[in-house]
């Protein structure tokens, strides 16, 4: 009985130490409150869902962790200009592996789907769209409105469509978009208005939100983890894998060919003839037109889209993926993860959790109590007279209030940006012209910041 009784006290024990140090147990962003928002067309008020957003619960054993999600952001989605689908509750789980394990044999490509999963639990796709080119029709085929191409879904095609530049009007400000309800990501989650050069303009009605805003002066948050169990960085690491020197832009290591015609493939073999670089099908409309080139130094990534890094969640280092931008922080592909996997696929969509599991609960903090931490916050337009925007730089790991106050000190507005979104707003109009406090708080900071509304 003795030896029983110690059995189950080491079991406890480890598995304690697992949720104490695992990153991929303690990084998803849980809830069971807050419910999911949308935007149609025109109308820049979002509809309330009533689905939950973010992931509700995260259970682990000794060698794998489960991740029950809805699939919806917290962030407001839509609208999908051209897609008729809306972002609906996907009602998964997702097994990954607590010790992922490289690959040592041919690497595995990726594929159409769900080829990870972000830390909210919105899924993560590759670059493909299912769209290819027909050489026999001259024409696109597979996809939403193509004929089928040669061979059927799946069939390998020389030429195959890249989602980001075919895709991007119907993508919402967060840059994503539904298929077939499922909401996912191809690119970094990062709202397009927030880059260095705007690409495009659907953030000019609807919220510039996203998973997390990019920032170039610290160490970018995990934001998620591929299919293989390896972790997802944002844009901006350590310079050297060792996790030394100065925070850098983690660059992807493909180029675009220098090519005007389409009948080779980056490896040079001639393949069936793709249509003519122009400005209907420019460099960069196919997959195909990108080719690999190794890495000159440790900031560049390999052709996974990843490397071995040292992160604030993995001290000791790790192979990482990172959603890779360029000079301008705007998607370079391969994106995320790709074309290929660096690992193992242990993970999987499941559709139960085994007995014997654990429950992992974070802690739970308060909007009141909090640290002397100065929150990384920017407040515009200030002055203002109509509208404030209050944006949270990087990634909110929890529900954070805004709380306005007049100069005497009384409230006189308040809002939450929740875990897993980075803006709030005050509708100024009503307010009288004058000096304002406004205060941002969380259970691990408080920033306060001086606003001006004129009329």
Not at 18 to 32: E, G, H, K, R, V
Not at 57 to 71: C, L
Not at 151 to 161: L, S, V
Request: glycine share 8%; charged share 10%; with cysteine.
């Amino acid at each position: 009985m003795k030896k029983v009784f110690v059995f189950l006290l080491l079991a406890i024990t480890n598995n304690s130490m697992q949720a104490q140090t695992n990153a991929a147990i303690l990084s998803w962003l849980q809830n069971n409150t807050v419910t999911a928002r949308h935007y149609v067309a025109g109308n820049s008020t979002p509809i309330n869902d009533a689905s939950l957003v973010n992931v509700q619960t995260v259970q682990y054993n000794t060698t794998d962790v489960y991740i029950r999600t809805t699939g919806l952001p917290s962030y407001v989605t839509g609208p999908f200009y051209g897609n008729p689908s809306l972002a609906t509750n996907q009602n998964a789980i997702f097994r990954f592996p607590l010790t992922p394990a490289p690959n040592t044999g041919t690497p595995v490509n990726t594929t159409g789907g769900n080829i990870g999963l972000f830390i909210n639990g919105v899924a993560l796709f590759d670059y493909r769209d299912g769209v290819a080119w027909n050489a026999a029709t001259n024409a696109l085929c597979g996809g939403p409105g193509n004929p089928p191409c040669p061979g059927g879904m799946g069939a390998t095609q020389a030429w195959n469509r890249d989602a980001i530049p075919a895709e991007r009007g119907g993508f919402d400000c967060a840059k994503a978009h539904p298929a077939m309800g499922n909401y996912h990501h191809h690119q970094n989650p990062s709202a397009f208005n927030l880059d260095l050069i705007v690409i495009s303009t659907i953030c000019n009605l609807y919220n510039a939100d996203g998973l997390y805003v990019i920032d170039s002066t610290t160490h970018s948050p995990l934001i998620g983890f591929a299919y293989d169990g390896f972790p997802i960085y944002g844009a901006y690491g350590y310079q050297s894998a060792t996790g030394t020197g100065p925070i850098v832009r983690i660059k992807s290591s493909y180029q675009l060919r220098n090519i005007t015609t389409r009948i080779t493939s980056p490896t040079g073999a001639s393949v069936t003839a793709g249509p003519v670089v122009s400005t209907t099908y420019p460099l960069g409309y196919f997959r195909e037109d990108y080719e690999y080139t190794a890495p000159s130094s440790s900031d560049y990534l390999d052709e996974h889209n990843g490397r071995f890094c040292v992160t604030p969640e993995y001290p000791n280092g790790i192979y990482c993926y990172f959603a890779s931008v360029d000079a301008n922080w705007n998607s370079a592909y391969p994106y995320v993860v790709g074309p290929t996997f660096y690992g193992n696929i242990v993970a999987a969509k499941v559709t139960n959790v085994p007995a014997g599991t654990t429950t992992y609960t974070p802690g739970t903090s308060s909007l009141v109590e909090h640290s002397n931490t100065e929150l990384n916050v920017n407040v515009f337009p200030n002055p203002t007279s109509e509208l404030l925007v209050v944006q949270l730089l990087d990634l909110n790991r929890e529900d954070t209030e805004l709380a306005l106050y007049d100069i005497h000190g009384k409230l006189i507005d308040k809002t939450i940006v929740y875990q897993g979104a980075t803006i709030g707003f005050f509708d100024t109009k009503t307010y009288y012209a004058g000096n304002y406090i406004l205060k941002i708080s969380n259970s691990t900071g408080i920033t306060t910041k001086k606003v001006v509304v004129t009329k």
